[in-house]
C-alpha cells in the first residue's frame, strides 16, 4: 500500500505540474476570453502544488503518523514541482510550431 501511494503521490505531481500548458482555459475547465498568460499558468502551478500537497498528505495520514516537516522539506518539493512542470514549459513556450 505505501509504494502504491508513493507512485500514486508522483504520478499527480507530473500531471498536476504540467496540467497549466496543456490548454488555454483556466484549470482545463473556464473558457478566458483573452489567451492564458504567464501569470495565470503560475498561478495555477502553485494552486495545483497545494492539491497535490493536500493529497498526499491524506495519504500519509491514512498509512499512519504524519511526520512533522520544516521549511526545507517544503523548499524541495516545490523546486521538484517546478522541475516536474518541465515538460509542459517546452511545449508550451519553446517548441516551434510547424504551420503547414
Known amino acids: 500500500m505505501q509504494s502504491s501511494a508513493v507512485w500514486l503521490v508522483l504520478v ?3 500531471i498536476g505540474a504540467n496540467l497549466p500548458f496543456l ?3 483556466f484549470f482545463l ?3 478566458l476570453k483573452r489567451p492564458k498568460g504567464w501569470l495565470l499558468r503560475v498561478a495555477e502551478v502553485v494552486v495545483l502544488y497545494f492539491v497535490v500537497g493536500g493529497i498526499s498528505l491524506s495519504l ?3 498509512l499512519g503518523q ?3 516537516q520544516h ?3 517544503y523548499a524541495v518539493s516545490a523546486s521538484m514541482f517546478l522541475v516536474l512542470a518541465f515538460p509542459g514549459y517546452v511545449l508550451r513556450y519553446l517548441m516551434r510550431r510547424v504551420e503547414s
Open 71 to 73: 521549511w526545507e522539506f
Open 23 to 25: 490548454s488555454n482555459r
Open 12 to 14: 499527480l505531481a507530473i
Open 29 to 31: 475547465v473556464f473558457p
Open 66 to 68: 504524519i511526520y512533522p
Open 60 to 62: 500519509e495520514s491514512r
